[in-house]
Structures are given as structure tokens and as C-alpha cells.
């Protein structure tokens, strides 16, 4: 039994496996993975920011990020802070630059006095670039309150 040679008596062509398939597949999986996964762009702190119609503020990347959520806490670039913490990174960030921005993004149900020492903190500091971060859409006030507007101190 010769299973080397044809029935003809020549010699069989080695077998090639053809890959182009099995990259189309692959191909295919790679694009509805890449479609269908959600990518988190937000940082983990959850709040439900009010709603305006104002228009938006560019933001720089030395913005500081305040998070006051329902239960009263404060988070900084996503690090729980107590009101001392907070007083000290204002501290730090009115040294380096006083013409930093501060951004409140608030909860919906945050008692407004909470937001109102937020704000004096940062302008005791000299950080008198403060905004309300609000999310876009139909405002529940009259003409339009102020998405991430700038407060420039004149109250």
C-alpha cells in the first residue's frame, strides 16, 4: 500500500489550508465587538445634573471637577474629599493658576446650601471662575439660567 503516489502514479500536492476565511470571521467578531461594547466616558459618580438651555463653556484641562452628589458628598477628579481636602486642593490650584475654573456639577437633589459652600470655598481661595454644570435641554426656568456658565463674581 504506497499512499504517497495517485492511482495515476504521480504524487500527490501537500494539502494548504486557505486562512482567508477563518480572517474574515475574525474580521467580522473584532467589528461587532467594536460596535456593539459601550465605552465609559464618564467618570463613576453619579449624578442627575439640572437641566438648561444655555449654551456650553469650553473647558480646559486644568479645570477642577467638584461632584456634590444627593447624600452631600464631595468628590474631586473622582476622589471623596471632606470639606478640609477641598478647601486645601483650592489652595493649591489658586497658587498655581488663579485664573483656574472651578466646575460644580451638582445633583438635581442636592441641598443648595451644599453648592453655595462649594462656591465660597473656591472664591475665598481667589478662584472666582466658577460654572454649574447643567446638562442640555429644555430649561425649567424662563430665559435660561447658565449651562457651565461662567460666574464672574457679580452677585
Known sequence: MN???????GRR??????????????FQLVLF?????????TPGIQVDLPRS???TVIREDTDIN????TGGEIYVEQDAVS?????????????SDPSTMVIIKADADVD??????????????????LAIATD???????SGGGDKGEDDGDE
Open 53 to 55: 438651555s444655555a449654551q
Open 66 to 69: 467638584v461632584w456634590v452628589t
Open 33 to 41: 465587538f467594536m460596535v456593539s461594547t459601550t465605552f465609559v466616558t
Open 13 to 26: 500536492e501537500p494539502l494548504r489550508v486557505d486562512v482567508t476565511p477563518l480572517i474574515d470571521i475574525i
Open 3 to 9: 499512499f504517497a503516489t495517485r492511482p495515476g502514479g
Open 112 to 129: 443648595h446650601g451644599r453648592v453655595v459652600t462649594v462656591m465660597d470655598l473656591a472664591r475665598a481661595r481667589g478662584l472666582t471662575r
Open 83 to 95: 470639606l478640609a481636602e477641598l478647601t486645601e486642593l483650592l489652595n493649591d490650584a489658586a497658587a
Open 136 to 142: 442640555p435641554g429644555e430649561g425649567a426656568g424662563g
